[in-house]
């Protein structure tokens, strides 16, 4: 019977894998905790609540509630700020606390990558580089979108697992509804059905979404790449792994 009690950050291919590893060993009570972005979130194991704490007091408040022992972060590399107020709360209760953290990708033989901060830094650079007319497939979440509009002379192609609010748009912007993974060939009848002349994304790391960077190798376009936001500091009783194998063996370990 599962006694202890773990909260998993979830929102992540490496968060459900988890929550599946320990349903079938049974020896955590686990909760996934979703921020809600996607309305049908695939099934998981265990416990799920969806929607966010209230900052890093609410987490604490609901960490102390719930008697949770530990906590893994397993958010996307992109959600600095959910990650923070994990570090934040879990070291005021002394909580102990792993971070997943998905190596980034890096450039390969034949990339041109434009290394970016943020979505406005690359529609600035599309903006100075591309001739009007140019197709640009942007694959980003639907909160990132609203940079584009000071785009209007390119075409936009958005690749994102929820829409965006129409407002957000760029004037001449095509929305496909997808969720990876991702095939090379896949990628390449994209880029070619639409004449792609430059991939925007976010250093996410990983498999499921990397083919489209062979695809941009081989097409020789641009990728403009934006890049990761800073890790949350850690304190002692933080940690950090690459893998859920090193989860698993965190969670093995006597606190
Ligand atoms: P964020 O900026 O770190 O989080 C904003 C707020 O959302 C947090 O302060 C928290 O609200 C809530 N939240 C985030 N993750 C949560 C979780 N697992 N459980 C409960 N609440 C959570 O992250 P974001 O706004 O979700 O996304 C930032 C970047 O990450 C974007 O680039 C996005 O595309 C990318 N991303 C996120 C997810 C995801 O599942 N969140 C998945 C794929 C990509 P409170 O302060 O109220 O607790």
Redesign the pocket.
Known sequence: MAGRRLLI????GEASALARALAEAGDWAVTT???G?TRTPAALPGAVRI?????AD??AAYLRAERIDRVIDA??P??????A?AAAACARLGLPLLRIERPAWSPAPGDRWIDVADAGAAADWLVAALPAGSAVLLTL?R??VAPFQRCPDLRFVLRSIEAPAAQDLPPDCLLLSERGPFTLHGERALIDRHGIRAIVA?NAGGDATAAKLAGAREAAIPVLMIRRPAPPAMSDATGAVADIAGALDWLSRPR
């Not at 950050?9 to 992540?12: F, Q, S, Y």
């Not at 992109?78 to 990650?83: C, D, Q, V």
């Open positions: 950050l979830g929102g992540t905790s979703l921020a972005r929607g966010g704490f209230g900052g609410g987490l958010t996307h992109f959600a600095a700020t959910m990650s107020n979440g909160q990132e976010k």
